[in-house]
Structures are given as structure tokens and as C-alpha cells.
């Protein structure tokens, strides 16, 4: 099975502008989780898709949104982009059988803010 | 809400020497339990994980790792580091019921001198 993909690998933004990544699951898995990774704050959680709603949001403001496709593709966008937004956004694609959660990241996309 | 404590932010060990990872999370009920690797330039991989039953678990390249409820804890260990156990290390929990978030510890960077 190939694994999770997230393009782009790498942007450069300036302060003020939007951005849209955009991750693909593993197949036939139904839930996305996003996560912003960063040297100060480590990993935290930004949201989860499953079935094209919204399970669960982490603290972040509202310019950080997201949404699943029926395919389970999933982007997140950010709007109005501050320079503290510079970061590894990694995806995870996850799923459960029998109360076990097995949850596999792809290899992030680097947003740098200028 | 959950959290999550990685007390050793760096270790350096020797080639051959036993390691373990302290991680403590802050949770009353019922959690599963996760650690994963990051090698450099690579993405989040699994170790291992526990979700019931036998609280040691064992994981891939001779990792293990010890569940102890009653201190909270979920420490990692390996009896013989190799130069390419260099990575950093984070822990991670999951309430069940609550969707495939992850909370995450800080991560531990280790590295192995040869």
C-alpha cells in the first residue's frame, strides 16, 4: 500500500497570504488528522477529519481550517499567514479495528512565512 | 485534559548502552499509549504501542516498552543502542472514544556516539 502523501513538500509565504496543503490517506483509510509540528511547541494537534466532518479541533484560531473530500482527501488551509505560522504541518492518516488505533504520518509539508 | 511529560529532552549515550526513555501522561482513565521515532530527514514512525493486555510491549528494532498504570508511565527502553537509533523519541496518547487525536510529549533527542 503506498503511504500518505502531502504536497506541496515545501512552500515559501509571505505574511498576510493564505495557504492550501493538501494530504492523501493511505487507502481505504477514513480518518485524517493534521498536525502542526514546530522546535518551540513540538507536535500538536490541529484537527481531524473522519467521513468528511470534523471530529475533533485542536486550540488554534480560526484561521486554520480544514476539510475532507469523499475520497477522504483532506486539505487544511490558513488564512491571513503570520510568520509564527512557519512549521512542519504533517498529516496522519489512521484507522481502528477491534479498539486498536494504528496512525501513519506522512512526510510534512515545510511552510516558511516571510 | 490529557498531557503528556518526556522528562530527558536530550541523551547522548555510547554505542552498547541500555536506554530508556522516561514519558508520563496526565489521564485518570482508560488510554492507549504510543511511541514514535523520528530519524533525521524522515517522517514519524511507529515503535510501538499499547492499547490492553500485557503491559510490557514489544516493538521493531528491539524496542520495548512498559506500561505501569499506577505511576502513569510509559517508559521506553532498548537494551543495546546502535549508532542508528540516533532520532528523536515522542510519546504520544489517545483517549478512547475521543477520535485519533494524539496528544504529544516534547520528544527526547538522543543521539549515539560511536
Known amino acids: 500500500k503506498a503511504g500518505v502523501t502531502q504536497t506541496p513538500r515545501y512552500l515559501i509565504k509571505t505574511r498576510g497570504q493564505q495557504v492550501t496543503l493538501s494530504c492523501s490517506p493511505i487507502?481505504?483509510?477514513?480518518?485524517v488528522s493534521w498536525y502542526q509540528q514546530t522546535p518551540g511547541q513540538g507536535l500538536q494537534f490541529l484537527f481531524e477529519y473522519f467521513s468528511e466532518t470534523q471530529r475533533n479541533k485542536g486550540n488554534f484560531p480560526g484561521r486554520f481550517s480544514g476539510r475532507q473530500f469523499s475520497n477522504s482527501r483532506s486539505e487544511m488551509n490558513v488564512s491571513t499567514l503570520e510568520l509564527g505560522d512557519s512549521a512542519l504541518y504533517l498529516c496522519?492518516?489512521?484507522?481502528?479495528?477491534?479498539?486498536?488505533?494504528?496512525?501513519?504520518f506522512g512526510p510534512g509539508t515545510r511552510l516558511t512565512v516571510t | 485534559a490529557q498531557s503528556v511529560s518526556q522528562h530527558n529532552h536530550h541523551v547522548i549515550l555510547s554505542e552498547a548502552a541500555s536506554l530508556e526513555l522516561g514519558c508520563n501522561y496526565s489521564?485518570?482513565?482508560?488510554?492507549?499509549l504510543f511511541w514514535y521515532v523520528q530519524y533525521p530527514g524522515q517522517h514519524l514512525q511507529l515503535l510501538l504501542k499499547y492499547f490492553s493486555g500485557d503491559p510490557l510491549v514489544k516493538g521493531i528494532k528491539g524496542f520495548e516498552a512498559e506500561f505501569i498504570k499506577s505511576k502513569f508511565s510509559f517508559n521506553l527502553r532498548k537494551p543495546s543502542v546502535q549508532w542508528s537509533d540516533t532520532a528523536e523519541y515522542f510519546c504520544a496518547v489517545n483517549i478512547p472514544g475521543g477520535g485519533n487525536k494524539l496528544t504529544f510529549g516534547t520528544g527526547t533527542q538522543l543521539k549515539v556516539e560511536l
Open positions: 487507502s481505504g483509510h477514513r480518518s
Open positions: 489521564y485518570g482513565g482508560t488510554v492507549n
Open positions: 496522519a492518516s489512521s484507522y481502528t479495528s477491534g479498539g486498536s488505533l494504528e496512525q501513519y
